[in-house]
């Protein structure tokens, strides 16, 4: 079967960990897109993932480009194209730069790739999939944005921080907006099965709650220059996955919602099925009323920022 081909838009920090770990996971050949400035950075990274493979024995090819006709035809388009935060900013405050940035991405994509799943990284995320889904008129099913993976597997690994116990074990999401505001469903958190209120005291739960929403702000105050990558470039790796693979994985992620949660005509954080159809169902379930609230209040901030976009 002919290999699959993921175009990262975007070869900076995350886009960088994105080709190594798609190449690690063979899960096709990946050409990694950025401007011209960035040109020798990305073909620099691409040569040296080549030198990295018969390390690793994954026999697929990188390559670096600024032409965006070596994206066509990808199977997978993920895009962290756009500036990160710099201490003391907000997602939001990335908006005015990265609006115009993914304008002139979602178009060239539409141009090259118009069958592509494709997965929105770019901060301020529920704005910028937002603005990708108006300007390029991708079904919704094959637009998605990557936040809810990376708040919920944070949240995830202060709770294995708090108990001690393994990582595998720890289960939650977060949902909502990839921002302040975000809403995790502490309630439906176990580790092993065993919910976490039965395991940690509602003072912990607080604080950890807490640092969930902080956790990126945190690492961009640690770094005093850019954002968390890391993490960032496994959780959108895990989407791409599924999607090639057909994993069916239940993943909260930015998509499109037409009536779930009684969110209409905008994307944020749901528990999201993600297989060869792209986004395939957004799974909804009974919110308690505080969730519900709270929920609605990251809603509020998501349309203030999208609001802002004027598409
Ligand atoms: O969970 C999430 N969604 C967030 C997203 C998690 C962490 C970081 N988040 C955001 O991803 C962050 O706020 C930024 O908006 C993006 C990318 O973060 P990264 O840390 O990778 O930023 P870099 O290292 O600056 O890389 C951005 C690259 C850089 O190489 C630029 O040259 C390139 O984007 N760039 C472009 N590529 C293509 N096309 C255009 N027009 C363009 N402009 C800049």
Request: charged residues 25%; hydrophobic residues 40%.
């Amino acid at each position: 079967m002919a290999k699959k081909k993921i175009a990262l838009i975007g070869g900076g920090q995350i886009g960088g960990n994105l080709a190594l770990l798609a190449a690690q996971k063979e899960l096709g050949n990946v050409v990694i897109f950025d401007i011209p400035k960035a040109e020798g950075m990305v073909k620099g990274k691409a040569l040296d993932l080549m030198q990295l493979r018969p390390h690793d024995g994954h026999d697929v090819t990188i390559t670096g480009s600024s032409n965006y006709s070596d994206i066509s035809g990808a199977d997978v388009i993920i895009i962290t194209a756009g500036i990160p935060r710099k201490p003391g900013m907000d997602r939001e405050d990335l908006l005015g730069i990265n609006l115009g940035i993914m304008k002139d991405v979602a178009t060239n994509v539409k141009e090259y790739a118009p069958n592509a799943f494709v997965i929105v990284i770019s901060n301020p995320l529920d704005a910028m999939v937002y603005a990708f889904y108006k300007v390029s008129g991708f079904d919704k099913n094959k637009i998605v944005g990557m936040a809810g993976a990376l708040d919920s597997g944070r949240f995830r690994a202060f709770i294995a921080m708090e108990t001690g116990y393994s990582v595998q074990d720890v289960t939650c999401m977060v949902l909502g907006g990839h921002g302040d505001t975000m809403v995790p469903i502490t309630r439906l958190a176990t580790v092993g099965g065993v919910p976490v209120t039965d395991l940690i005291s509602p003072e912990r739960l607080k604080k950890i709650e807490d640092r969930t929403r902080a956790a990126g702000g945190e690492i961009v105050k640690l770094f005093g220059n850019g954002s968390a990558f890391y993490a960032p470039a496994q959780s959108a790796i895990e989407m791409a996955e599924s999607y090639l693979r057909d994993k069916k994985r239940v993943i909260p992620c930015a998509s499109l919602c037409e009536g779930e949660f009684g969110v209409d005509g905008y994307f944020i954080g749901v528990p999201s099925v993600i297989g060869s159809g792209g986004v395939e169902k957004v799974l909804e379930f009974t919110l308690r009323d505080d969730e519900q609230s709270e929920l609605n209040k990251t809603l509020d901030a998501v349309k203030k920022t999208v609001g802002e976009t004027g598409l």
